[in-house]
């Protein structure tokens, strides 16, 4: 790994494979807010279409 500075701000060079792990790493910690059932998404889908509709 290499540091950088530019303008003041520090930056970190690293391999692509080193990357790469990192964004697995990151994707596999990443969960959803909130995961829906199909009469709640079509509930929440119809109540954001009235919400644009009366916007226009």
């Known amino acids: 790994m ?3 500075t530019i303008d003041k701000k520090k ?6 494979e ?5 964004q697995k790493k990151a994707a596999l910690k990443w ?8 009469e709640e ?3 929440y889908s119809k109540k954001l ?5 009366s916007e226009k």
């Open 18 to 22: 080193s990357y790469q792990e990192l």
């Open 49 to 53: 279409i009235r919400e644009w509709a």
């Open 11 to 16: 930056y970190v060079l690293l391999s692509e």
């Open 41 to 43: 998404a079509r509930a």
């Open 31 to 38: 969960k959803p807010e909130k995961t829906f059932s199909v």
């Open 2 to 4: 290499t540091h950088l």
